[in-house]
């Protein structure tokens, strides 16, 4: 059985995504009307959204660890707002793959393949919860703009249902990034 350029069959093989072609997204943006451009493809769409479904599991990840980790005077808070996040990211790793497979795309099988697909995410190195925080709230933002770029993508693909949940995660993300801010925040 044939999708959309993958094939699917039961024997084992190395999840390879589609090549994404970040060019186009500008392109996109930025054309005159009369100008001739070639819109994303489906499989240009799902490579984008597998990729920013590896970020969210990351995200889920990291939001989890440091929901275990952080010790603070404001522990109970934190732990709680994490508690929400990496549920939340979960969720959000959930829909994000649904979409890939409305495109009639597969999904990498295991954790390798998530994290091939996984690009320009920062990980925690220390212990201490500002920092922790910190590296957290530049991940959420880079999601955050990634889905925003990406919403244009959905856009050009002719994608509306893609666009309109893009724009939820988009949400999200800035509204997770503000309670971060707020809470590193120091009052003089």
Not at 69 to 91: A, D, G, Q, R
Request: aromatic share 10%.
């Amino acid at each position: 059985m044939t999708y959309s350029g993958s094939s699917v069959d039961t024997g084992a093989r190395d999840y390879q995504p589609p090549a994404p072609v970040v060019e186009r997204v500008e392109t996109v943006i930025t054309r005159e009307p009369a100008e001739e451009i070639n819109l994303p493809s489906t499989e240009e769409l799902s490579s984008y959204l597998v990729a920013l479904a590896s970020f969210t599991h990351q995200l889920y990840t990291q939001s989890h660890l440091i929901h275990l980790n952080v010790e603070s005077p404001i522990f109970l808070s934190i732990h709680k707002f994490l508690k929400k996040e990496y549920e939340s990211h979960i969720e959000q790793f959930d829909s994000l793959a649904e979409y890939v497979r409305t495109l009639d795309y597969l999904m990498p099988m295991c954790a390798k393949g998530l994290q091939q697909a996984c690009k320009g995410f920062k990980h925690v190195k220390s212990y201490e919860m500002k920092e922790m925080l910190t590296t957290y709230l530049a991940n959420l933002q880079n999601a955050g703009n990634t889905a925003k770029e990406l919403t244009c993508v959905a856009r050009a693909a002719g994608a509306p249902d893609i666009e309109n949940y893009l724009a939820e995660y988009v949400g999200q993300c800035f509204k997770s990034a503000w309670f971060i801010k707020a809470t590193l925040r120091e009052h003089d």
